[in-house]
């Protein structure tokens, strides 16, 4: 085959190849994360037994139950027990410089989008777990779960809003906790309701503090340091790859023919035909095989097919596919 001079689109699917490639690489880094998602599962299950402990302790169960029939007896006015997801937690076994005992208090938030830093308001943190912790999912789905890795240090802009708004429009998510999918399906939905705790009170969580010791309040604290190691341990995972891509883009540019990339790709390990990078277009389809451009051809004209007709056409292209 001829020296082909390399161009845009060769750069990028090269870019793109190596890419996926990165992400599936057995690294340190990736190793670390994987390892912080599943300590970060045990950890939930011990934190929330240990909630349940500390909560079932404040508000009785034998309370719950009472209270629950009497808002069956007189209704509304009695309806004071509700199901929550995040509680307050406090001890006061420090004392200050004054020899005084001081309370140490935090937000505890169990839920998808719960913050990292004990704050009872939302922020990108939380955001980051959920899209992290749920990574696989979203990229199943053709999104991008690492965009707030991606965009680490940048100012909003609108990428940035377009995928976050489609991450957590698979999630579920909305500014009340959950939303309905097409099918009522929500996965913050589902996720919250396993960590939700029957309370007495229906003020907000910030009036109603619950008292711990200072040992069951620092195994809580441990919980959420896991969660936040797990999206540190990502991003650091996510900077590596773009450190990698970052210095491939520096040197593809630099290259005047297609030869020169495949050799660095095979250098790096990675596999790459020639004739597939030309025959493919931007997209990686093949349009170039004889089947697939006379299929293309074909749907440029008769544009007034039936809908069985098309679903017809779509089921012979995906045979033609893979074969």
């Keep these: 085959m001829a020296n082909i001079r390399m161009n845009t689109e060769f750069r990028n699917k090269i870019l793109n190849r190596y890419k996926e490639y990165a992400e599936n690489e057995n690294t340190q880094e990736r190793e670390a994360y994987l390892q912080a998602r599943e300590n970060v599962n045990a950890e939930y299950q011990t934190a929330f037994e240990l909630a349940k402990t500390i909560v079932q302790r404040a508000y009785p169960m034998e309370d719950v139950k009472t209270l629950r029939h009497f808002k069956q007896k007189y209704g509304d006015p009695c309806d004071v027990v509700a199901k929550d997801k995040c509680f307050y937690f406090a001890h006061s076994e420090d004392v200050d410089d004054e020899g005084d005992k ?14 990292l ?47 976050i708004d489609d991450n957590d429009k698979f999630l579920g998510h909305s500014g009340n906790d959950f939303r309905g ?51 540190s341990n990502h991003q650091k995972w996510i900077d590596t790859i773009r450190s990698q891509c ?45 089947t697939n451009l006379a299929n293309m051809i074909k749907g440029m004209k008769n544009k007034s097919m039936t809908r069985e007709q098309k679903i017809l056409l779509r089921k012979q292209y995906e045979k033609n596919q893979v074969n």
């Design 117 to 163: 830093n004990g704050s009872e308001y939302g922020s990108d943190e939380g955001r980051k777990f959920a899209y992290v912790y749920y990574r696989d999912e979203i990229k199943a789905n053709g999104l991008n779960a690492d965009i707030l890795a991606e965009q680490e240090g940048k100012n909003d802009n609108p990428y940035k809003t377009k995928h």
């Design 181 to 231: 999918s097409d099918n009522n399906i929500s996965i913050t939905r589902d996720f919250n309701d396993q960590y939700k705790l029957d309370v007495i009170g229906t003020s907000h969580c910030r009036s109603r503090t619950i008292p711990c010791s200072k040992s069951e309040y620092e195994q809580l604290e441990q919980w959420r340091i896991a969660k936040a190691s797990l999206v």
């Design 246 to 290: 970052e210095a491939m883009k520096t040197g593809l540019k630099a290259y005047k023919f297609l030869s020169e990339g495949i050799e660095l790709m095979s250098e790096l390990g990675v596999q790459i035909d020639e004739a597939e990078l030309v025959r493919c277009n931007s997209t990686g389809l093949t349009i170039y095989n004889p």
């Design 102 to 115: 001081k309370e140490t208090s935090s937000h505890f938030d169990f839920g998808l989008y719960g913050n």
